[in-house]
Protein backbone atom coordinates (compact mmCIF):
# COMPACT_ATOMS: atom_id res chain seq x y z
CA UNK A 1 0.00 0.00 0.00
CA UNK A 2 2.65 2.65 1.10
CA UNK A 3 4.99 1.33 -1.89
CA UNK A 4 2.23 1.87 -4.67
CA UNK A 5 1.49 4.95 -3.04
CA UNK A 6 5.23 6.75 -3.60
CA UNK A 7 5.11 5.06 -7.07
CA UNK A 8 2.35 6.75 -7.78
CA UNK A 9 3.07 10.20 -6.22
CA UNK A 10 6.70 10.32 -6.10
CA UNK A 11 7.72 9.18 -9.64
CA UNK A 12 11.68 10.55 -9.24
CA UNK A 13 12.10 8.21 -6.38
CA UNK A 14 14.71 5.48 -7.54
CA UNK A 15 12.06 2.67 -5.97
CA UNK A 16 9.61 4.43 -8.46
CA UNK A 17 11.49 3.26 -11.12
CA UNK A 18 12.22 0.29 -10.60
CA UNK A 19 10.35 -2.62 -12.63
CA UNK A 20 9.64 -6.11 -11.50
CA UNK A 21 8.46 -5.22 -8.08
CA UNK A 22 6.44 -7.48 -6.87
CA UNK A 23 3.99 -8.13 -4.14
CA UNK A 24 4.48 -10.36 -1.17
CA UNK A 25 3.08 -11.27 1.84
CA UNK A 26 5.16 -10.74 5.16
CA UNK A 27 4.67 -13.46 8.24
CA UNK A 28 1.93 -13.25 10.79
CA UNK A 29 2.51 -11.68 13.36
CA UNK A 30 3.44 -8.76 10.76
CA UNK A 31 5.97 -6.93 13.73
CA UNK A 32 10.08 -6.48 13.29
CA UNK A 33 11.04 -9.80 14.74
CA UNK A 34 9.18 -12.29 13.30
CA UNK A 35 9.28 -10.29 9.59
CA UNK A 36 12.92 -10.11 10.16
CA UNK A 37 13.75 -13.92 11.22
CA UNK A 38 11.64 -15.08 8.32
CA UNK A 39 13.69 -12.89 5.80
CA UNK A 40 17.07 -14.10 7.13
CA UNK A 41 16.18 -17.99 7.35
CA UNK A 42 13.30 -18.55 4.83
CA UNK A 43 11.09 -20.01 7.13
CA UNK A 44 7.66 -19.38 8.81
CA UNK A 45 7.87 -18.46 12.39
CA UNK A 46 6.31 -21.83 13.43
CA UNK A 47 9.75 -23.07 12.06
CA UNK A 48 12.47 -20.29 12.76
CA UNK A 49 10.78 -20.06 16.71
CA UNK A 50 10.28 -15.94 16.25
CA UNK A 51 6.07 -15.40 16.83
CA UNK A 52 6.41 -11.80 17.44
CA UNK A 53 8.36 -9.28 19.38
CA UNK A 54 9.07 -11.29 22.66
CA UNK A 55 11.78 -14.04 20.70
CA UNK A 56 14.99 -13.22 20.06
CA UNK A 57 17.13 -16.57 19.37
CA UNK A 58 16.16 -18.42 16.05
CA UNK A 59 15.90 -22.18 16.44
CA UNK A 60 17.16 -22.42 12.49
CA UNK A 61 20.01 -21.56 10.36
CA UNK A 62 19.95 -18.11 9.43
CA UNK A 63 21.79 -16.91 6.02
CA UNK A 64 24.34 -15.93 7.47
CA UNK A 65 25.14 -19.61 8.89
CA UNK A 66 24.40 -20.70 5.15
CA UNK A 67 27.08 -18.61 3.72
CA UNK A 68 29.41 -19.27 5.93
CA UNK A 69 29.09 -22.74 5.64
CA UNK A 70 30.25 -22.29 1.66
CA UNK A 71 33.02 -20.07 3.35
CA UNK A 72 31.42 -16.77 2.03
CA UNK A 73 31.86 -13.99 4.10
CA UNK A 74 28.89 -11.82 5.47
CA UNK A 75 27.51 -8.99 7.74
CA UNK A 76 24.75 -6.84 9.13
CA UNK A 77 24.44 -3.70 8.98
CA UNK A 78 21.88 -2.11 11.61
CA UNK A 79 20.57 0.72 13.91
CA UNK A 80 20.88 0.98 17.91
CA UNK A 81 19.67 -2.60 18.94
CA UNK A 82 20.14 -6.41 17.47
CA UNK A 83 17.10 -7.32 16.73
CA UNK A 84 17.48 -11.23 16.89
CA UNK A 85 20.60 -13.30 18.34
CA UNK A 86 22.25 -14.59 15.44
CA UNK A 87 25.63 -15.80 14.40
CA UNK A 88 26.70 -12.88 12.01
CA UNK A 89 29.13 -10.45 12.06
CA UNK A 90 27.37 -7.48 13.01
CA UNK A 91 27.81 -3.27 13.20
CA UNK A 92 25.44 -1.64 15.76
CA UNK A 93 24.76 2.11 14.92
CA UNK A 94 23.73 4.65 17.15
CA UNK A 95 22.13 8.12 16.42
CA UNK A 96 25.18 9.74 16.71
CA UNK A 97 24.15 13.06 15.19
CA UNK A 98 20.92 13.25 16.99
CA UNK A 99 18.81 13.67 14.05
CA UNK A 100 16.43 11.36 15.81
CA UNK A 101 17.10 8.44 13.04
CA UNK A 102 19.80 5.90 12.48
CA UNK A 103 19.56 5.93 8.38
CA UNK A 104 22.91 7.68 7.73
CA UNK A 105 24.91 5.80 10.28
CA UNK A 106 23.92 3.11 9.16
CA UNK A 107 24.10 4.38 5.51
CA UNK A 108 27.71 5.21 5.91
CA UNK A 109 28.81 2.02 7.74
CA UNK A 110 27.29 -0.17 4.97
CA UNK A 111 29.52 2.40 2.20
CA UNK A 112 32.01 1.90 4.46
CA UNK A 113 32.15 -1.89 3.74
CA UNK A 114 30.83 -2.11 0.44
CA UNK A 115 34.42 -3.07 -1.00
CA UNK A 116 35.27 -4.81 2.37
CA UNK A 117 35.80 -8.46 1.90
CA UNK A 118 32.14 -9.19 2.19
CA UNK A 119 29.98 -11.48 -0.04
CA UNK A 120 26.46 -11.13 1.65
CA UNK A 121 25.73 -7.51 3.19
CA UNK A 122 21.94 -7.14 4.90
CA UNK A 123 21.44 -3.33 5.58
CA UNK A 124 18.80 -2.66 7.92
CA UNK A 125 16.94 1.00 8.08
CA UNK A 126 14.52 1.70 10.46
CA UNK A 127 13.42 4.93 10.32
CA UNK A 128 10.42 4.47 7.66
CA UNK A 129 8.89 2.39 10.51
CA UNK A 130 9.80 5.04 13.13
CA UNK A 131 8.31 8.03 11.35
CA UNK A 132 5.43 6.01 10.16
CA UNK A 133 4.71 5.40 13.97
CA UNK A 134 5.18 8.88 15.09
CA UNK A 135 3.28 10.29 12.39
CA UNK A 136 0.98 7.46 10.25
CA UNK A 137 2.27 6.01 6.84
CA UNK A 138 1.75 8.89 4.57
CA UNK A 139 2.20 11.66 6.59
CA UNK A 140 4.33 14.07 4.81
CA UNK A 141 6.78 13.28 7.87
CA UNK A 142 7.23 9.83 6.50
CA UNK A 143 7.12 10.45 3.08
CA UNK A 144 10.12 12.55 3.58
CA UNK A 145 11.62 9.99 5.41
CA UNK A 146 10.90 7.19 2.69
CA UNK A 147 12.89 10.30 0.28
CA UNK A 148 16.28 10.23 2.09
CA UNK A 149 16.49 6.16 2.96
CA UNK A 150 15.42 5.78 -1.01
CA UNK A 151 18.81 8.15 -1.94
CA UNK A 152 20.67 5.94 0.30
CA UNK A 153 19.43 3.26 -1.05
CA UNK A 154 20.32 4.04 -4.60
CA UNK A 155 23.53 5.25 -3.75
CA UNK A 156 24.22 1.48 -2.24
CA UNK A 157 22.40 -0.19 -4.91
CA UNK A 158 24.82 1.90 -7.53
CA UNK A 159 28.34 0.76 -5.27
CA UNK A 160 27.38 -2.76 -4.94
CA UNK A 161 28.65 -5.53 -7.90
CA UNK A 162 25.92 -8.37 -7.04
CA UNK A 163 22.43 -9.48 -6.76
CA UNK A 164 20.37 -6.95 -4.55
CA UNK A 165 17.13 -7.55 -2.64
CA UNK A 166 14.76 -4.92 -1.46
CA UNK A 167 11.83 -5.56 0.78
CA UNK A 168 10.39 -4.89 3.95
CA UNK A 169 10.07 -7.03 7.18
CA UNK A 170 6.18 -6.06 7.55
CA UNK A 171 3.71 -2.92 6.41
CA UNK A 172 1.45 -0.39 8.08
CA UNK A 173 -1.47 0.59 8.67
CA UNK A 174 -2.53 4.03 9.76
CA UNK A 175 -4.01 5.12 13.55
CA UNK A 176 -5.61 8.03 14.79
CA UNK A 177 -2.10 9.00 16.92
CA UNK A 178 0.04 7.46 14.02
CA UNK A 179 0.61 4.29 12.58
CA UNK A 180 1.00 0.72 13.55
CA UNK A 181 1.12 -2.47 12.37
CA UNK A 182 0.85 -6.26 13.84
CA UNK A 183 -3.07 -7.08 12.88
CA UNK A 184 -3.87 -9.50 9.59
CA UNK A 185 -5.16 -6.63 7.82
CA UNK A 186 -3.83 -5.69 4.03
CA UNK A 187 -1.77 -2.85 5.08
CA UNK A 188 0.30 -4.99 7.29
CA UNK A 189 1.01 -7.81 5.99
CA UNK A 190 1.39 -7.14 1.69
CA UNK A 191 5.09 -5.80 1.55
CA UNK A 192 7.20 -5.08 -1.84
CA UNK A 193 9.53 -7.50 -2.95
CA UNK A 194 12.24 -6.52 -5.51
CA UNK A 195 15.24 -8.31 -6.74
CA UNK A 196 17.68 -6.03 -9.17
CA UNK A 197 21.93 -6.41 -9.98
CA UNK A 198 23.14 -4.19 -8.41
CA UNK A 199 26.72 -1.66 -9.69
CA UNK A 200 25.52 1.60 -11.81
CA UNK A 201 21.82 1.47 -12.26
CA UNK A 202 20.60 3.59 -13.87
CA UNK A 203 17.03 5.61 -12.85
Not at 28 to 33: C, E, M
Not at 113 to 121: H, P, R, S
Not at 157 to 179: F, L, N, R
Request: glycine letters at 8%.
Amino acid sequence: MQYEYICENNPQLFLSNIEGMQKATTVFKPVTNAGFAAMITGAPPIENGIPNRDYREVQVDTIFDFAGDIDKTSLLVEGEIKILNTESELILNIDSNRDGYTDDEVYLSAMQNLNAVYDFILVHFHGVDDAGHDFGPFADETLDRIEVIDGYISELVSMWEGKVIIVSDHGMHETISGGDHGEFRSEDMFIPYIIIDGGNYEK
